[in-house]
């Protein structure tokens, strides 16, 4: 029986960033979701924090993560800064790819194991 994909989107507390949270096995069309619904919130901020600790990208290509990084600013225009919280531990191959192309296409991107460095970096700067 497969796993579904739930997500979750809100604002921070302080409202200084969104959170997009999700799990499971994760397409490019549950990703590209996820942005949809997102892009009201970034009407006061432009910074996201996207928890991926309970995420598999192992069904996601190469091909699949550069043309999402790619989209990402088209997608989202007033996001800027990026932080991506994984479970330590994890294979780092595809978040590292993710986080270069990103930055590639102009969102400032770092990939965290903790979810407190991420929120310290994401509101740094």
């Not at 921070?12 to 942005?35: C, F, M, N, W």
């Not at 009407?43 to 924090?49: E, I, Q, T, V």
């Not at 598999?56 to 991506?84: G, H, I, N």
Request: contains cysteine; negative net charge.
């Amino acid at each position: 029986m497969a796993t579904q994909v739930s997500t979750q989107i809100k604002v921070s507390e302080d409202g200084r960033y969104v959170i997009v949270t999700q799990s499971g096995p994760l397409s490019p069309a549950d990703i590209k979701h996820a942005r949809a619904e997102s892009l009201p919130l970034y009407s006061h901020c432009d910074r996201a924090l996207v928890d991926y600790r309970l995420v598999d990208l192992s069904d996601l290509r190469l091909v699949d993560l550069s043309t999402l990084a790619a989209e990402f600013k088209q997608d989202v225009p007033k996001c800027l800064r990026l932080a991506v919280v994984k479970t330590a531990g994890t294979d780092d191959s595809n978040f590292t790819y993710l986080m270069n192309e990103c930055c590639v296409n102009g969102v400032k991107t770092c990939v965290f194991d903790e979810m407190e460095a991420a929120k310290n970096w994401l509101l740094g700067g």
